[in-house]
């Protein structure tokens, strides 16, 4: 047989080098398997595969599984006798509706054989996401595990064809608090702006994207309408037009004054024995582990309290100063 008289890819590969295998296998849909924590998809969300949209795409894809129609191979990871899936969650949740719910008769569907090491499957994640693209944080974990196993920015950005400030921006995002993280993921705020509001206002941000988002969306849907319609994200303007009391910390307490006074007493009592360097530009100052334990529970409690450190708080900070003179008074009669 010659190529001109060959109708199928097996017959034209006899003796012709421009036609090679590959790894595709054809599986029983029962052998897929999902491995908990690889697919990014859904991260910080209750109920991803429940949500209307996501369910109208899986059954849309479960009738084109029935209908036959072309869809492309699901791509696994052979691991220990299991063929873990490494692209296709969605077509095989949808496969899975096909089978169970619309009647197909489906016994074996095709998969491609991945072979590369963890980076390269944790990066198809990225690469090939079933024709659905991946929110930003469900991006950013995926170039926060490359980053993990050695990858810099540069290269995080030229195999998935991004800028290596994108990748570094995504990066960021995953340092939010979680509470962030899952208004973002719930489309409440977008990411860039949650950080910009996370590095101005801190902790105080989750406050503010909450109260925000209720009071543009007050009223919504309750128009007697069977139409839902999509909430109002958060935006700069918003914010601007709402009225939020500064985060206050608390004032400094008597309890605090005297642990800090004690702490005070007790480091400074080693000031007898410092050990100067050979040069005589710096000095060591031995402490045990309790006083160690000690500097960093008052280092805490510091953190959280709010000092006096301008003339618009300066009458409050003397009205306590008489409060905190009793309570090192109090002290001194105890040490």
């Given at each position: 047989?010659?190529?001109?008289?060959?109708?199928?890819?097996?017959?034209?590969?006899?003796?012709?080098?421009?036609?090679?295998?590959?790894?595709?296998?054809?599986?029983?849909?029962h052998?897929?398997?999902?491995?908990?924590?690889?697919?990014?998809?859904?991260?910080?969300?209750?109920?991803?595969?429940?949500?209307?949209?996501?369910?109208?795409?899986?059954?849309?894809?479960?009738?084109?599984?029935?209908?036959?129609?072309?869809?492309?191979?699901?791509?696994?990871?052979?691991?220990?006798?299991?063929?873990?899936?490494?692209?296709g969650?969605?077509?095989?949740?949808?496969?899975?509706?096909?089978?169970?719910?619309?009647?197909?008769?489906?016994?074996?569907?095709?998969?491609?054989?991945h072979?590369?090491?963890?980076?390269?499957?944790?990066?198809?994640?990225?690469t090939?996401?079933?024709?659905?693209?991946?929110?930003?944080?469900?991006?950013?974990?995926v170039?926060?595990?490359?980053?993990?196993?050695?990858?810099?920015?540069?290269?995080?950005?030229?195999?998935t064809?991004?800028?290596p400030?994108h990748?570094?921006?995504?990066r960021?995002?995953?340092?939010?608090?979680?509470?962030?993280?899952?208004?973002?993921?719930?489309?409440?705020?977008?990411?860039?702006?949650?950080?910009?509001?996370?590095?101005?206002?801190?902790?105080?941000a989750?406050?503010?994207?909450?109260?925000?988002?209720?009071?543009?969306?007050?009223?919504?849907?309750?128009?007697?309408?069977?139409?839902i319609?999509?909430?109002?994200?958060?935006t700069?303007?918003?914010?601007?037009?709402?009225?939020?009391?500064?985060?206050?910390?608390?004032?400094?307490?008597?309890?605090?004054?005297?642990?800090?006074?004690?702490?005070?007493?007790?480091?400074?009592?080693?000031?007898?024995?410092?050990?100067?360097?050979?040069?005589?530009?710096?000095?060591?100052?031995?402490?045990?582990?309790?006083?160690?334990?000690?500097?960093?529970?008052?280092?805490e409690?510091?953190?959280?309290?709010?000092?006096?450190?301008d003339?618009?708080?300066?009458?409050s900070?003397?009205?306590?100063?008489?409060?905190?003179?009793?309570?090192?008074?109090?002290?001194?009669?105890?040490?």
């Amino acid at each position: 047989m010659t190529a001109k008289t060959a109708n199928s890819l097996k017959a034209l590969n006899i003796g012709n080098s421009d036609v090679a295998k590959t790894d595709l296998f054809k599986i029983s849909p029962h052998l897929l398997v999902e491995e908990d924590g690889f697919n990014t998809r859904g991260l910080y969300c209750n109920n991803y595969w429940e949500r209307p949209e996501v369910k109208e795409r899986l059954m849309a894809l479960a009738e084109a599984y029935k209908r036959g129609d072309y869809i492309p191979p699901i791509v696994v990871k052979v691991k220990d006798g299991q063929a873990l899936i490494r692209d296709g969650h969605r077509r095989n949740r949808a496969l899975k509706i096909a089978i169970n719910e619309l009647g197909a008769d489906i016994r074996k569907i095709e998969v491609l054989e991945h072979k590369g090491d963890e980076a390269t499957q944790t990066l198809l994640i990225a690469t090939s996401n079933d024709g659905a693209p991946l929110s930003v944080l469900e991006r950013a974990e995926v170039y926060c595990r490359l980053s993990a196993w050695g990858w810099s920015d540069a290269e995080i950005a030229s195999r998935t064809g991004r800028t290596p400030e994108h990748v570094r921006q995504l990066r960021k995002h995953m340092e939010l608090p979680m509470e962030i993280k899952m208004l973002i993921q719930q489309d409440v705020v977008a990411a860039t702006y949650a950080q910009e509001l996370f590095d101005e206002h801190g902790t105080f941000a989750v406050k503010m994207i909450k109260d925000v988002a209720a009071s543009v969306n007050k009223g919504a849907n309750e128009t007697g309408s069977d139409t839902i319609s999509k909430p109002k994200r958060v935006t700069k303007k918003a914010v601007a037009q709402s009225v939020f009391e500064p985060a206050k910390k608390p004032r400094l307490d008597k309890k605090t004054t005297i642990a800090l006074s004690q702490g005070f007493r007790r480091l400074t009592s080693h000031l007898d024995h410092v050990k100067p360097s050979d040069d005589g530009s710096k000095y060591l100052l031995e402490i045990d582990r309790d006083e160690l334990e000690m500097l960093q529970e008052l280092r805490e409690k510091l953190a959280n309290i709010q000092l006096p450190d301008d003339a618009s708080e300066a009458d409050s900070a003397e009205s306590g100063d008489s409060k905190n003179q009793q309570a090192l008074d109090l002290e001194e009669s105890v040490a």
